[in-house]
């Protein structure tokens, strides 16, 4: 069942592959097949057009380009024209086929900016959604309603897993094996994630974080955890995952102290160590908390080159405190203008916001972990600051402001993208909102453009940058989820951590 034959002949044989395949990435096993995997797109992509030539189930069709889009093979979007009939719009007889809506709307989130096509696919999918629910099961109607709320190329590949079992289990034609295979394999990352909490949270205990500084960070190590998870899922980045959180927990610290907390020069002084990345004459003279948080970010980088420095990958870390520096200074640009009330124009802003929310940190901080995967090439990549990584640097900025907005000025902090758009262009904030959601969703199509384009770093890196992407939509796709976890956030830990998979 879960062989591969690379060259075995037949159309109908590579169909079945690749609908496996597919099942695999969706019940979160892929990454144990990843080599027979490459293998079998790359030589079932040299033949693709005509293993689809008669292909008109649109189901098929749709897999075949979300998988081999998945994986960086730019399968045309053209093998969609088959399903438009003479007035050039997509059929009304495929409404009938739920299953196929369903695979053509997850398929539609994989569009470049030349795969016109593919809007009208999503629109298409989007307007018939809700009234596929009476043609479909009770459990295909749950899978809808999960994609409607975020699409599988989008989200955390663990939740991913977590809402596809639940679903293929209840298939008629499910296979028993492949099912009891994937709920094990849950059941085992479930266990080893509880295993790292418990690591991380004794680590963040031991700070003591509450007495050691003024109760305005936000408390959050387990939430923080649960995030980086989406940067890689798999049992084998153990070590990486509890490296990014203690990351990740002082990018926290940075910005909630810039943001809530310090005055400015106490913002000042914190920054100008972070850049010499040692204490100086006037950090001595600043109070007690700032020394601790000051304290607290080089022992956490002494740490990291503790860990990866035997590898001889001293360079990994210094590339990352660079990254960190970058980070700390646009923390600061933005904290000055805050400050004074200050309202820059939408661009100006977007340019220091873009740093201050942190992903090209991130990005090299996930790269610590990684081993031999990333190397220095991804770091000079990275310096290089990738169109990737611009788009989704700029689409994880407009989310924070359009969620964080109200909280924003609710405490008088008014130097926030839609504050800037609204006042540049003398808009309502519903019509600021419009304008950067659609910024959102050109940036997504230059992403996944990207994706496909790229060929100067790894597959695994590009993954990074995607992963980066989709734990932004699940962070800020219910409302800021970082600061405020109640609800669907506090319903997916307790699925992740406490609601153990049964067997």
Known sequence: MLMFSYHAEGHDYTKRKILLIYLMISLGIAYHFENEIEKTLAHAFQNIDDTIANEHDLYTI?????????????????????FKGDDGKFMDSLTKDAKGMLSLYEAAHLRTTRDYIMDEALSFTT????????????????????????????????????????????????????????KLNFKLLQLIYLKELKMVTKWYKELDFASKLPPYFRDRVVELHFFVISMYFEPHFSSARIMLTKFVTAEIIIDDTFDRYASMSESESLAKSLERWAPDKDMDKQPDYLKFVFKFILDVFKDFEREVGSEGRSYIVKSTVEEF????????????????????????????????????????????????????????????????????????????????????????????????????YGVTKAEAYKELHKMRVHNDKIVNGELLTTKDVPRRVLKQAINCARMANVAYGYGEGLTHPEGKIKDYIVSLYLDLIRL
């Open 62 to 82: 749709s897999i075949f380009f979300w998988v081999f889009r998945t994986y960086g093979y730019n399968m045309s979007a053209d093998a969609f024209k088959r």
């Open 127 to 182: 307007k018939h959604m809700d009234s596929l629910a009476g043609r479909s099961s009770s459990h295909l109607s749950r899978l809808k309603q999960n994609a409607l709320g975020l699409s599988q190329h989008w989200n955390m590949e663990i939740l991913v897993a977590m809402e596809y079992i639940s679903f293929y289990e209840q298939e008629k034609d499910h296979d028993e094996t492949l099912l009891k295979f994937s």
């Open 325 to 424: 520096k970058i980070l700390v200074k646009a923390n600061l640009d933005l904290a000055k203008w805050a400050q004074i009330a200050h309202v820059p124009s939408f661009e100006d802003y977007m340019v220091v916001g873009e740093l201050e929310v942190s992903w090209y940190a991130s990005m090299a901080g996930t790269f610590m972990g990684m081993g031999h995967i990333a190397m220095k090439e991804a770091y000079e990549w990275l310096k290089s600051r990738p169109k990737l990584i611009q788009a989704i640097s700029i689409n994880g900025r407009l989310m924070n402001d359009m969620t964080g907005f109200e909280d924003d000025m609710s405490r008088g902090y008014v130097t926030n993208g839609i504050n800037c758009y609204m006042k540049q």
